[in-house]
């Protein structure tokens, strides 16, 4: 999906948030029982942020005009 010039700074913040997330739950698979449930509760705020950011940016490419229609040939 193309994302709008006035959103990519929205779009750069949920990729580094799926990019934490990813590496928290490959975290996860090798951490010890004690420190799963903090691993966890890390994955779950991220998660929470990252919906939150989704909607953002849903909203503003809602929002946003489509682009122009080509120009025909002359």
């Given at each position: ?20 997330i990813a590496a ?16 966890m509760q890390q ?18 490419i809602g929002n ?11």
């Open positions: 999906m193309s994302v709008p010039t006035q959103c990519q700074g929205i779009q750069d913040q949920i990729e580094s948030l799926q990019a934490e928290l739950q490959a975290e996860l698979n090798d951490a010890p029982p004690a420190e799963k449930t903090s691993i994955i779950r705020a991220l998660a929470r942020q990252l919906a939150r950011l989704g909607a953002e940016l849903d909203t503003w946003s005009p489509p682009p122009p229609p080509p120009t025909p040939p002359p």
